[in-house]
């Protein structure tokens, strides 16, 4: 257990260690409802479809193969593939010092982030197929239809649900609520209008 926490504590996996608590601590409020899975980018229905950096990201993901699925996503599943395989590394260097382990290690970090890509990559093949970009299908077209609420509740300026569309895609977007519905995850909502300028759909509880 000690030589965990040291490579965990040592180079290089200790570059990793931070942003793996990072992830950890934004989806535990995602699960709990705090935050939406789209925050800091994204490219599900119901994002931002306009600004000059959200345009720019989307190509530097759709470079690395990450394109189709929220940053968020990727960058989660990136991060945590990267910190295991530094951590295998460094458990590996222990006993080594000097100019070395210090070689080995930048060695280890570059192998593992490399890995962390190839895992994000893989798994963002069958994650795209719930999310899709642009009008395709038209968001007009959600509007009547059922949806599940994905976030822990949706409220006046917050939630996410799945809707499948006539084609049988489904697609995870961003809808709100005029009451004070209890609209928790796993509740069937029917969407009733558009927002075209918070970009989100209109829900209310669904017919039981």
Not at 22 to 45: E, N, R, S
Not at 177 to 189: D, I, K, V, W
């Amino acid at each position: 257990m000690g030589e965990f926490v040291d490579a965990a504590l040592s180079f290089p996996a200790v570059l990793l260690s931070f942003l793996l608590v990072v992830v950890v601590l934004y989806w535990l409020l995602v699960v709990l409802g705090t935050l939406d899975i789209d925050v800091g980018g994204g490219d599900d229905v119901g994002g931002d479809d306009g600004g000059g950096d959200d345009g720019d990201g989307g190509g530097l993901l759709d470079g690395l193969g990450l394109g189709g699925v929220p940053v968020t996503v990727s960058l989660s599943v990136l991060i945590i593939f990267a910190w295991f395989v530094s951590l295998v590394g460094g458990l590996l260097l222990v006993g080594l010092d000097g100019a070395l382990a210090t070689a080995l290690g930048i060695g280890v970090l570059v192998v593992a982030i490399v890995v962390g890509l190839l895992a994000a990559r893989l798994i963002a093949l069958p994650l795209r197929k719930l999310y899709v970009s642009g009008l395709e299908p038209s968001r007009a077209d959600f509007i009547g239809r059922e949806c599940v609420v994905r976030t822990g509740k949706v409220s006046t300026d917050f939630g996410q649900a799945e809707v499948t569309a006539a084609d049988g895609s489904s697609a995870v977007i961003q809808v709100r609520q005029t009451g004070e519905h209890e609209l928790t995850a796993g509740r069937l909502a029917l969407i009733f209008d558009y927002d075209t300028d918070g970009e989100f759909f209109w829900v209310a509880p669904a017919a039981t």
